[in-house]
């Protein structure tokens, strides 16, 4: 890596970026290119380059195998390669690329009737980033782009992230425009050139299905032959199920009867058919149905992943439900002391809500095993408390997260709350935003008024409280015979029995009872 880095002129300036176990830059030659710069008779189809120009050799920390790479001055590049992947970062998360999420690789194309060019392709912003949108283009076609200015604005699973250059150049053409949705990660989105005068030779530039493939999938061809073999051999004890295997490239599940696959097999027709043309008609009745008025919205990205994570949430966890309600008179009655000083200071006010993420931490402080996460083969108990709050936004919901909120003073909670939710609703949140949480609330009392419900397991957490509003009841008093009115709140905490069994969260339950009726103690 290092020595890759002091070949390269503009590689130099990212070693803060790419300074990870996983990452590797290789550069890849094509057989043109290989013909004018070998010193030697060693071919290079396919292969990394061996003794081309003055080469030098690091070690592939993925493939384990010795790379070779090359110092190329500007006039040798024009000669022998139109092409290279063009680093990017995103504002906020260089976190992400520290950890391996983007690997570079420089292509060397063999079409001589491109200048060098820089290939941009789609960045991953978060780790369960497969796919994103481009939300809009900051630079148009032609722009001049400089390292740190933003490119577009990309639609992720969790947000909408900014897209910076690292390196200098013009946007010489923008292959994915505004709104494009579904961009597999690594897909070529847009050129970039060095030289103004190339911009018009790609005027009518359009990517190969070939060039929008990952970069890091290239290498590795290998491990597929193996594949094909085994095809190959599962096939081959099967000589007389022609219809299971029609059936099974469609990549659908055949369900039938055994009466229905011997009718089949005596009338000679193909389960498979009989299925397909059920699915197309099917498809034909739901979008003929009579008498139905309807207007389909189509699903961003944030809904989309939202709705795969909570149907595997509910599919996979065993959930269980416990109940508490606690009497919050103390409580409402320290909120209404503690504003008059914020309003002093000119900090925001507290609420309940940020009230219940302070009990919920130092309650998890209290009964660490409520602040974990199952692991398969182990439980994952973390030391710090971070706190997801639950946001509803006309984009979807979104969960920013409040770290070590055991630690914090709910001055700071209720500022840093506010300003995630701003952000939250102006679909502005940075990955670190949301990152890393480790227990969740969400709170439909206070805005809604809903008494009580049963909130779904966000994982890879354990737990999710969630909280309903207060309302006044009438309960007996001191006396025989007297009465007094108590406001009190409902708060369902969602469990994965995995991870915690009943007495566990019951245990959690009583100690953020306890927080919430004698608040005075969270200040200790």
């Excluded at 680093?87 to 570079?104: D, R, Y």
Aim: aromatic letters at 6%.
């Amino acid at each position: 890596m290092a020595l890759l880095l002091r070949h390269s002129r503009k590689l130099r300036r990212v070693h803060g970026v790419l300074d990870c176990e996983r990452g590797s830059i290789a550069r890849h030659f094509s057989v043109a290119a290989a013909k004018e710069d070998a010193v030697s008779s060693s071919s290079v189809h396919g292969e990394y380059g061996k003794k081309v120009g003055r080469s030098s050799i690091f070690l592939d920390r993925q493939s384990e195998k010795d790379l070779h790479t090359f110092k190329v001055s500007s006039r040798e590049a024009r000669g022998s390669y139109s092409s290279k992947r063009m680093p990017i970062a995103a504002t906020g998360v260089n976190s992400l690329f520290s950890c391996g999420q983007v690997v570079s690789a420089r292509h060397f194309s063999s079409g001589a009737d491109l200048p060098p060019h820089e290939a941009v392709g789609m960045p991953s912003l978060s780790p369960t980033m497969t796919e994103g949108n481009i939300a809009r283009w900051v630079k148009k076609e032609g722009d001049k782009v400089s390292p740190g200015e933003v490119l577009c604005e990309v639609e992720t699973d969790k947000a909408t992230v900014e897209m910076e250059c690292m390196e200098e150049g013009y946007l010489a053409k923008i292959v994915c425009g505004d709104g494009t949705k579904e961009i597999k990660v690594g897909e070529i989105i847009a050129i970039t050139v060095e030289e103004e005068g190339d911009i018009e030779k790609f005027k009518d530039y359009k990517a190969s299905s070939s060039a929008a493939a990952p970069a890091e999938s290239k290498p590795q061809s290998e491990p597929v032959e193996p594949k094909e073999e085994k095809k190959e051999v599962s096939k081959a004890p099967e000589p007389t199920a022609t219809k299971t295997e029609e059936s099974s490239q469609s990549g659908d599940r055949l369900f039938s009867s055994p009466v229905a696959r011997k009718l089949a097999e005596d009338n000679n027709v193909p389960l498979s058919s009989l299925k397909a043309s059920a699915a197309k008609g099917s498809k034909k009745e739901a979008a003929a149905a009579p008498g139905l008025g309807y207007v389909d919205l189509p699903n961003t990205q944030i809904r989309k992943v939202t709705a795969n994570r909570l149907l595997q949430s509910k599919q996979t966890i065993p959930h269980y439900y416990l109940t508490v309600d606690s009497r919050v008179d103390k409580l409402i009655k320290l909120r209404s002391e503690l504003n008059p000083m914020q309003d002093a200071s000119g900090g925001k006010k507290i609420s309940i809500n940020d009230l219940v993420i302070k009990a919920a931490a130092l309650a998890l402080r209290k009964v660490p095993a409520c602040n974990s996460s199952w692991m398969n083969d182990f439980i994952r108990q973390y030391h710090n408390v971070n706190i997801n709050v639950a946001v509803q936004t006309e984009h979807g919901l979104f969960v920013p997260v409040v770290r070590d909120a055991d630690k914090k003073g709910l001055a700071t909670i209720a500022d840093e709350v506010k300003q995630l939710a701003s952000r939250a609703k102006d679909n502005s949140l940075k990955p670190e935003d949301y990152e890393g949480g480790t227990f969740t609330v969400s709170n439909l009392g206070g805005p809604f008024g809903i008494k009580q419900f049963c909130a779904i397991v966000n994982p890879p957490q354990s737990a999710i409280l969630a909280i309903g509003s207060a309302e006044k009841r009438v309960i007996p008093g001191a006396a025989e015979g007297q009465y007094e009115i108590g406001s009190f709140m409902s708060a369902t905490l969602s469990c994965d029995h995995r991870v915690i069994d009943g007495a566990m969260g019951a245990e959690w339950l009583k100690a953020f009872k306890g927080y919430l009726e004698d608040p005075t103690t969270m200040l200790l």
